[in-house]
DNA sequence: GGCTCGATTTAGGAACGCCTAAATATGTCA
DNA sequence: TGACATATTTAGGCGTTCCTAAATCGAGCC
């Protein structure tokens, strides 16, 4: 059943579903409702629909998985997500604080061959400006990057992989730091009682609060006290 | 009011009386919601609507005009769909008889930055790929052509201005034809009894129906046998 | 083992945009 | 002028998605 058949309702919450999936597992009434930015109520009347549909296994009380079918429309809508936010970025340079806003409209109204357009157009990116990774037409997604930037011990270094794109405010405070996935980053001191980090990007210092730097994702991590 | 106070439903409906009240003045419902595909008793109510938002102007029985404020709306829903045609065909080489339809949906999602952004980019076009007036965001926009291909006498020659857009085979009957707007246009002959026309596009001649025709819009005509 | 608090569901209702069927107005033609 | 065909509106309803308020479940704590 295509991705059209449904309702930008229906998208969002699968969409959204998925998300919570990958960093808590089985999906709460309360947390679902908080995210969307609806009345608990109203999202258990929404999960008896998609579990109608066959999208969710729902358990009253226990919250909902999404089952296969479900994932695999998620999939398609993440993928038209982040194909656009690429896309503005690229084609069209609007400022990575915006194009999350711009897609969560745009991504409910891209026809399959518009996909294929824009995606061919970018040369077959494979992640977003935040650094997250498109799904393939397929459904297929790398797994989540299991290192964050406060992870890190004094004296690695790490490759940004992705930043949170949840606020705005902190993917502007990013950006003046050139903080992006690509950029190199190593820990030059770590403070006590949950301080900040004090890490260089391209030679530069900065002192990072432990919380924004645990919406920091890393790769490619060098062992300890290379430096 | 910016235009994303409305609901796409008034966003649609504003631009559609507009369309008509351009072709035929007071707006009557069964037009309205032939062109919309809504049942009348369906447009009656929404109209009703549009009144005590003061968008149109309603007086019952006799149909619909749209007041100021309906017409500003409407202006900037056809500049945002004529935009996002034109951006379509030109940066994404969408075949035009497919950027109405993608159009359609777009045209509900655009953001003003956005808008800005596909504007400057195409170098602020003032037609869209059917050669129908893009408006300002002034909501300014030229008076319609007079002159359709059909009122052409023999031996006058003329510019394509503007092809309608309703119909997407007629559009692929056009694009083989190479009759889009710019293109020079002779009339050869035009047979009597409702008969076609036979005009002259690049050198070549074809028969084309008298109502086809009457789809063509065209401009910059000569005096007649110029030839 | 009962109690209490937070999470969740049920109950009832509103706005929106659409529908069909039935009633009513309009205007034209004899 | 009256009757008919057509255009239009009214009445009643449906599905979707959201809400608040009130009931109920579940799990930890004394």
Redo the contacts between chains.
């Keep these: 059943m295509p991705l059209s058949e449904h309702t930008e309702s229906v998208q969002d919450y699968l969409k959204t579903i998925f998300d919570i999936q990958r960093e808590q597992g089985r999906v709460a009434t309360t947390v679902l409702a908080e995210r969307l930015g609806n009345s608990p109520a109203s999202v258990t009347g929404m999960i008896k629909k998609l579990a109608s549909l066959n999208l969710v296994d729902y358990e009253p009380y226990q919250g909902v998985v999404l089952t296969a079918a479900g994932e695999k429309i998620a999939l398609e809508v993440i993928r038209h997500h982040r194909l656009i936010e690429r896309y ?1 970025a690229e ?4 400022p990575w604080d ?1 194009v999350h806003a ?1 897609a969560d ?2 991504e ?2 891209l ?1 399959e ?2 996909e294929d ?2 995606d061919a ?1 970018l040369g077959y990116p494979t992640t977003d400006p935040h650094g997250a990774p498109i799904p393939g037409r397929d459904g297929s997604l790398p797994p989540p990057h299991s290192t964050r930037l406060c992870d890190l011990h004094i004296g690695q270094s790490a490759t940004i992989a992705e930043v949170s794109d949840h606020d705005p405010a902190m993917l502007r405070y990013f950006a003046e730091l050139g903080l992006r996935p690509g950029v190199d980053v190593t820990v030059i001191a770590i403070a006590p009682f949950g301080g900040p980090l004090t890490v260089r990007l391209d030679n530069v210092e900065y002192a990072l609060g432990r919380e924004v730097a645990s919406y920091v994702a890393v790769c490619d991590i060098t062992p300890a006290s290379a430096e």
Excluded at 91 to 94: Q, S
Aim: proline fraction near 0%; glycine fraction near 6%.
């Design positions: 503005l084609a069209l340079g609007v915006q711009e409209k745009w409910h109204v026809s061959d518009l357009r824009i157009m």
